[in-house]
Each structure stands twice: as C-alpha cells, then as structure tokens.
C-alpha cells in the first residue's frame, strides 16, 4: 500500500479528540454520582491529549505502562491547577488529583488501543490510518450512544429517591442519600398506597395481552394467505400492508375520538382494546409473512398430500415451525401496546381505567411531588426494559429467521 498518513499527525489528533470525549464523560459522571461541580476544561484537554497521543505513537508502551503512566503525569498536572477536569470551589484538591489520575488511566487503556495500528512517527498506510480512525468512531459511539440512554434513565431514578427537600435544596443534585434506608422508596410505596398504581400495571398487562392474541388471530391467516395461497389481488395487498401503518396516528386522532364517543365506547377499556390491534395488526401482517415465505413449502404439500386441510396444516406444521416468529412478533406488540400514549391520553378520561402510561401523565401536576411523577416512570419502564433484554436474542433471532429462503 502507499502511504498515505503519518504516525506524527495521527497520534496527536486522534489523543486530542479523545481525551476531550473521556474529560467530558468523566466531568459528565462525577458531577451526577457526587453531586459537586467538575468540568472539562476544553483547551487543557486538547494540548494534553495530543501530547499523549504523540507520546504513546513515539514510545509505544504496553497498555498498562501506558494507563499508569497518564495516570501519574494528569494527577499531577491537577495538583498545580492545570488537569483536563476543573472543579468547583466547594470541592477539595485531593477530588481533583484523584478524577484526573483515573481520567488519565482510562485514556491510557483506550488511547493505547485506538492508537495499536500505529507503528511510529513515520508514514503510514490507508489501512494503518483508517483502522485508527474507526477505532476512535467506534469508541466515541459507544460512549455518546450509552449516555443518551443512560443519562435519563440515571436522573429519573435518582430523582425518585430523593425526598421533596433535597430536590428544593438542590434539583441538579443527583447524589444517593443512603442515610434515609427504606425512605428512598418512599415515593414507590405511595404510588401503590395512595395512586393505585398497581391497577394500572394489571390494566397495561391485560390490555397489552389482548393486544397480541387479536393481533396474531389476524395477522397470522392473513399473513399465511398472502405468503402462500394465490388470489386475485394478492401483489397489491402485500405492498399496501404497511401503508396503514405509515399514515401518522395525529393524522387518525380527531376521528377515532369522534368515531368513539359516538359509539360510547371512549372512556372504555373495550374501546382501547378494539384500537390497539388496528395499529399493531399491519406490522405484524408484514413480519410474519416475510417469515412464511421463508419456510419450505414442501413440507406443507407432504401434509396435504396425507390428507391433512389447509387449516390442520397451518395449525399443525406452519405454526410450529414459526413459533421464533411469532414469539418476537408477539414481545414486539406487546411493547408497542405497553409503551402506547396518545390513544389512552385522547380515549381515557376516567382513572379507573387508565393505562400505565395515562396514569403516569395524570402525574405531570404541580400538586404532585416531582419524584412521584419519576417514579411512576420507572414503573412504567422498568418491566418492558426487562421484558426486551431478558428476550432480546429470542426476538433478534426470531425476526431473522425468514430473512434466507431455504
């Protein structure tokens, strides 16, 4: 290959970029575990992570010469006033040293790693530089991804432990109080006790249920039909499928709410119940008839050449051999029911028939208590989150098995 970089630019740019990433997250978690103030200081934070870059490109330590030595020199650097993480005035130097010397061993570790390809200061290769710089993308992603998901769900549980007078002192103060005991829970015992929030989590749970067994009772002959019988229309019903669900539920608010109240059926489970599926019947329509189309269609032909009809097939030897299908179909209904707001938010009215996520909006009151409402956030995730990661590679693997015929 041709040269195409040099290790001398590489190692500089690529230790400047990343350990201003590392000082901000790093700045980013004291502040939220402690409570005190740190901050990046952008311009210490480039000058010393381009001349540890150039270091660990011209020396090329091993990785945990490398950790320890960035520790030792970004721990001193803070002694004098001049590390990468700056604190308030409330917080002690010896804070300072320590949030720096990890700073600098965490860009040790991942500096050194990033920066493997490059073998020195000399002229590199298009594969040497490119691998360097996917290196940094894919380490940079990992942490921008993981706090966006991270960092809400780390304030709304914390904020549901504090107690009304922390967050009046200090709102932005996300540090644990583990002095208070079972009293952080507080605000989830007085959901259940005085908010009835454990109705809400049946009503969610059967009516997220009853969402998937209408939406697989249609979904499956209709995918089934388009999948593997001929009829007229067929191409065209196949492609329109996912139309339904491409037209935005704003555009369908206003008549669903007018359509219902003249049926008498807003403010009525029943009425939630009839809806839900409609917006959940086309997807599945599309997901499964992928998956059937994949399945051997000799298998079904030996079956009905023994005898067996159409529907003894189905139930006998196509539902089984879909059952990674409709397994990932059903958790993907079950968390868009679950997780539904605008429907419930428009239909429901009456608090003895809220759905989970309705009771939580119900909430949003300047009379009730900020964490209550963060609370009921946490309850109203928590399962779902737990739901999908407990059966997420069922649901992966279930949704990519139709993807190759045969």
Request: proline content about 5%.
């Amino acid at each position: 290959m041709s040269v195409f970089w040099r290790g001398g630019l590489t190692g500089p740019i690529i230790g400047a970029l990343w350990l201003l990433v590392l000082s901000v997250t790093v700045a980013v978690a004291v502040s939220f575990g402690t409570g005190d103030a740190f901050r990046p200081v952008v311009w210490l934070s480039l000058l010393w992570g381009a001349l540890g870059g150039l270091a660990l490109v011209a020396a090329r330590p091993g990785v945990p010469v490398a950790a320890l030595s960035l520790a030792v020199v970004l721990g001193a650097l803070a002694a004098v006033g001049f590390g990468p993480v700056a604190v308030g005035e409330s917080v002690g130097t010896g804070w300072e040293i320590g949030v720096n010397a990890v700073l600098g061993a965490l860009f040790g570790l991942s500096a050194r790693v990033i920066l493997e390809e490059v073998p020195g200061l000399g002229a590199l290769t298009r594969h040497q530089f490119e691998d360097a710089v996917i290196r940094f993308l894919t380490g940079f992603g990992y942490i921008f991804f993981t706090a966006i998901v991270v960092i809400p769900f780390y304030v709304m549980v914390m904020t549901s432990l504090k107690s009304q007078q922390a967050l009046l002192q200090n709102p932005l103060d996300f540090s644990l109080d583990l002095s208070r005991g079972m009293e952080l829970f507080r605000s989830y015992r007085e959901l259940f006790v005085d908010y009835s929030f454990a109705r809400y989590l049946w009503t969610s749970f059967y009516v997220s249920c009853l969402t998937v067994f209408i939406t697989l009772l249609f979904s499956v002959p209709g995918a089934y039909a388009v999948a593997r019988l001929r009829f007229s229309g067929r191409a065209a019903f196949s492609r329109s499928i996912l139309l339904i669900y491409m037209v935005p539920m704003i555009v369908l608010a206003l008549p669903i709410y007018i359509a219902f109240s003249q049926l008498g059926l807003r403010n009525t489970v029943f009425g939630i119940v009839l809806i839900y599926p409609v917006t959940t019947i086309p997807v599945a329509l599309y997901m499964l008839q992928g998956y059937f189309r994949g399945l051997p269609a000799e298998v079904e032909e030996a079956g009905l050449m023994d005898g067996l009809s159409r529907l003894a097939v189905i139930w006998k030897i196509t539902l089984p051999l879909a059952l990674p299908a409709l397994a990932s179909v059903s958790l993907y209904v079950f968390m868009i029911a679950w997780n539904e707001f605008l429907l419930a938010f428009m239909l429901l009215d009456d608090p003895s028939k809220f759905t989970l996520t309705r009771a939580v909006t119900s909430l949003n009151s300047s009379e009730v208590p900020r964490q209550h409402l963060m609370a009921g956030a946490v309850i109203a995730t928590v399962p779902i989150m737990a739901l999908f990661l407990g059966l997420e590679k069922f649901m992966t693997k279930g949704l990519t098995a139709g993807s190759v015929k045969g």
